[in-house]
């Protein structure tokens, strides 16, 4: 009986000791994996944040657009040192004889919209600057291929054919026009349209829709107020027409000769369209017609250059399956459009 029990005994001894080892040898083990793990996190080098190169600007959510021009400089928006800014002066509430300041620079506006056309010429009408305008990004780039010498660009940013943004690419790439600065016309004036704007070249930005005060406070930032000294003061010349050769036409009456701009402007003001829906119409004898009294009164009044694309048009629409009129009607309404511009600050210099 004592001998059973002392087998027993020895075996429940076994029995603890062997789980004392299991629980020494886990808690080991345990221990063990902490020490690899604070290893491995001390030997871990430390990744620390890079810091932007440029500092990016704060709050761009709400910042202003003037603010926006100022702060973002991007390769292709930075100012050349043909295109520099002067400050702006101090003013009071501008009228529209203030524009008058600006007498004898050149403006380029490219806007589709007839409505916007009218009120920044209505604006500028009796300041003596030369207004050229484009109705779209297309007709932009066509008109500095023949004459670059602007003072301004402002650029509608949503056109049809060729938009604003494209339009600008386009102007940058060319070192012609570098001394040009291009002012964002747009009614947008979210922070990332602002960007986008400045982004591809332009300069500066106006809201539509326009105010007086902006626009004087754009034109003379980006103009020197030297232009009207470098730019030809004969009242009696024009790029567009010559007076003196209509003058001399009419047997120097001057009324007469007013007279008969004003009637040019009155009946042929639209003939590029009224052209254009004759053609579509194959009515190529009415055209014809049409064009043949425009080249004559175009001579007439001294517009030698509007006579010759009128007479291009009229021997190209004999044909108009070969296309070349297209061109040549493009030609015509941008040659008609800047003669009648002429003509109506000429009348009103009289």
């Known amino acids: 009986m004592q001998t059973i029990i002392s087998e027993n005994f020895m075996e429940i001894i076994g029995i603890i000791v062997a789980v004392a080892l299991l629980i020494i040898y886990a808690l080991l083990k345990k221990s ?23 500092k990016p600007i704060e709050k761009i959510e709400e910042a202003k657009p003037e603010e926006l021009i100022e702060q973002v400089q991007t390769p292709e928006a930075v100012l050349p040192i043909n295109r520099k800014k002067r400050k702006l002066a101090p003013h009071d509430k501008i009228t529209k004889d203030d524009f008058a300041t600006f007498k004898g620079i050149k403006i380029l506006i490219a806007e589709d919209n007839i409505i916007n056309q009218k009120v ?22 066509n008109i500095l291929e023949n004459d670059s010498n602007f003072s301004i660009i402002f650029m509608d940013a949503h056109m049809p054919i060729m938009d604003g943004f494209q339009a600008t690419r386009a102007i940058r790439k060319n070192q012609k026009y570098d001394h040009i600065p291009i002012i964002a016309l747009s009614g947008d004036t979210a922070a990332d349209d602002i960007r986008n704007m400045l982004n591809v070249g332009m300069e500066g930005h106006i809201e539509k829709p326009l105010k007086m005060d902006a626009l004087y406070d754009i034109i003379y930032v980006y103009t020197t107020g030297r232009e009207s000294q470098n730019n030809s003061e004969e009242s009696h010349v024009s790029s567009e027409f010559d007076s003196e050769k209509g003058l001399e036409i009419c047997g120097g009456d001057k009324n007469f000769y007013l007279e008969i701009l004003s009637d040019f402007t009155t009946k042929y003001s639209d003939s590029a369209n009224v052209i254009q829906k004759l053609i579509n119409a194959s009515d190529s004898i009415s055209a014809n017609k049409m064009l043949l009294d425009i080249s004559g009164v175009a001579a007439n009044i001294g517009a030698d250059d509007l006579h010759e694309i009128a007479v291009n048009l009229k021997n190209s629409i004999s044909n108009p399956t070969d296309l070349e009129y297209i061109n040549n009607l493009k030609n015509y309404k941008r040659a008609l459009l800047q003669v009648c511009e002429a003509i109506k600050e000429y009348s009103q210099t009289k």
């Open 120 to 141: 920044i010429a209505g604006l500028l009408s009796t300041s003596g600057i030369n207004i050229t305008i484009a109705n779209d990004g297309q007709e932009a780039l």
């Open 32 to 54: 063990e994996k902490k020490e690899i793990i604070k290893y491995q996190a001390e030997s871990k080098p430390e990744i620390k944040p890079v810091r932007p190169a440029v």
